[in-house]
């Protein structure tokens, strides 16, 4: 009999909620993909917590999911503030979007945020480039990728012959998650339309997604980084390509041969696009 514990249950209401998985879990996420199914199926909605008792659990057990009875249920809709900017979606160019929304307070987010991080580069780019968050360094700059692990995006860039000067680089949330915590589904959702008129507003030809956050914001549940890395997709007709993200490589340096094979193909791609 299949048997999984607590750890792996509490990482699957995590995985449901839109949140990545630890790389320690990654062998059992056909387990947890399971599991997630039954969640999606039973409340199609997010689980915040569930009390669990300190003990194995077995296949069986998993059948009493048919009648969760503590799941409490969190109203992921975003809430609007007096400040919610109401223009920004009539903007056509990138600095007046960056201006309408520089007030934002449409999340907890902007309670603790130094600065909006908006974006950088080149507003006329054909390649984007799209993270997570921003971070400390980019908290207090307002500059997204401005730390090591923007130090490595550079390198990463000057590799394939590109500079931040050809690209436009925005994260999915603009402001930062204090301690760092890696956004949530529940946290991103007020933010992702701002990325998405950046996406029309730049209209580029490809786009480079760091990380499985903004797989997850373009593409919904279903798309994990360690299944799609360096795949082809299509967002509104445009080619992506996901990768994972710089601060997982200052992590994980082995990764770092899939992340050049990645980029590689874009530099191709874009070669291909510039050619004609
Ligand atoms: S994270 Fe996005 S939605 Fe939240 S306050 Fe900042 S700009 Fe607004």
């Known amino acids: 009999m299949q048997k999984i514990n607590n750890k792996i249950l509490l990482e699957s209401i995590k995985f449901a909620e839109g949140e990545f998985l630890p790389l320690q879990f990654i062998e059992k996420q056909e387990l947890i993909e399971e599991i997630v199914q039954k969640f999606d199926t039973l409340?199609?909605?997010?689980?915040?917590k569930i009390k669990l008792s300190d003990i194995e659990i077995d296949d069986d057990t998993l059948l009493h999911f048919d009648e969760p009875t503590e799941i409490i249920q969190e109203d992921i809709s975003p809430q609007v503030s007096e400040k919610t900017i109401s223009n920004w979606q009539e903007t056509t160019t990138i600095d007046e979007l960056n201006n309408s929304i520089s007030g934002c307070m449409l999340c907890?987010?902007?309670e603790t945020r130094t600065?909006?991080?908006?974006?950088?580069?080149?507003p006329n780019a054909e390649i984007m480039i799209i993270g997570e968050a921003p971070g400390k360094n980019?908290?207090?700059s307002g500059i997204?990728?401005?730390g090591d692990a923007g130090k490595l995006l550079d390198k990463i860039l000057e590799a394939i012959h590109l500079s931040r000067q050809d690209v436009y680089i925005a994260?999915?949330?603009?402001?930062?998650?204090?301690?760092?915590?890696t956004p949530t589904e529940v946290d991103f959702i007020p933010c992702l339309p701002y990325l998405k008129k950046q996406i029309e507003l730049i209209s580029p030809k490809i786009i480079l997604t760091l990380g499985a956050v903004p797989l997850l914001a373009l593409f919904g549940k279903g798309y994990q980084i360690t299944k799609v890395r360096g795949q082809e997709l299509k967002y509104n007709g445009i080619t992506v390509i996901p990768t994972f993200h710089p601060a997982?490589?200052?992590?994980n340096p082995n990764a770092k041969r899939d992340v050049w094979e990645d980029v590689q193909k874009l530099e191709k791609i874009y070669q291909n696009i510039k050619s004609k």
């Open 248 to 251: 997982y490589l200052l992590r």
């Open 171 to 181: 994260n999915v949330v603009k402001c930062r998650p204090p301690g760092n915590k």
């Open 138 to 140: 980019e908290d207090q």
């Open 115 to 122: 600065n909006i991080v908006f974006g950088d580069g080149n």
């Open 144 to 146: 997204p990728f401005v």
């Open 108 to 110: 907890k987010f902007g």
């Open 43 to 48: 409340n199609n909605a997010q689980a915040e």
